[in-house]
């Protein structure tokens, strides 16, 4: 009965600046004592996430929340439970081993992910995945690929949306991670209309909702709401924009800032008000009728 709380005490050893960075989150500003990132466990344009490197805790100011790093994990992941929280550090890190009993404080950086094979969406955990998100799988296959990659030698899969600077979205029924470098992702067939989304799983959700919307749209997805004054040059020749951000504080101000700075955009947000977000509405136990995107 004593080993998850020995796996909980090494875990609390991992520093989250390490942790961060192997999720693909970079630092805005750092001092000695401090690192401020844009908050990874909601969507937000200034950084008000702060890690105490002393301390080895964080705390989130949009919030008022903290706590050390497996309170992070749990909150990055639906609220997933301890031993999930400590497997997916253990997937993130794979050298820190909970069956090791020196700790992670001097060890080397983590190497980078490595990409070894981009493939159809085809593993039986993924489609299952999907499936649990009540997504089309065969839409989403459209845009998306299997990513099998290595980190320290080690290999794992997950489902994988390409960014525009040939990085990776990575996401998996156990966490979310991002290969390097982290940015919008874009895909045009020379619509008049644009649709942004923060996430790959509100994209998919967008396509299950409404499979002919490719017959007249573009699609840009965000990845991080940090990129949205990026996306402006982009979004600007088409005749319309529709904006399917969260139903959240961060996601509200990001779509009141597109529309200040983008004439041609619409809030779409309405769709589904209530919700979150899209993939909520999709998973809605009772749903009511969807509205045609005009």
Known sequence: MGFPNMQCDKAREIPITEFLKRSGFSPVKENQNSVWYLSPIRNETEASFKVSKVLNRWYDHGIGKGGNIIDLVIEMNNRCSVQEALSILGNTLPSFSFQKHN?????KPEA????????????????????????NVELAARYAKEIN?????????????????????????YYKNAAAPKDYSFFSTSKKLLSITEGMFDFFSLLTLYPGLPHKSDFLILNSVSFIKRVQKVAL?????GLYLDNDPAGKLATKQLMADLSNSVDMSALYEGKKDLNQLLTAPIQGLRRSVR
């Open 103 to 107: 700790t992670f404080t001097g060890r």
């Open 112 to 135: 980078e992910i490595q990409i070894n094979k981009i493939l159809p969406i085809r593993h039986p955990a993924l489609v299952r995945y999907l499936n649990r998100r009540n997504i």
């Open 149 to 173: 990659y290595s980190v320290k030698g080690k290999r794992y899969f997950a489902i994988g949306l390409e960014n525009v600077s040939g990085g990776w979205e990575l996401r998996n029924p």
């Open 237 to 241: 020749p088409y005749s319309r924009v």
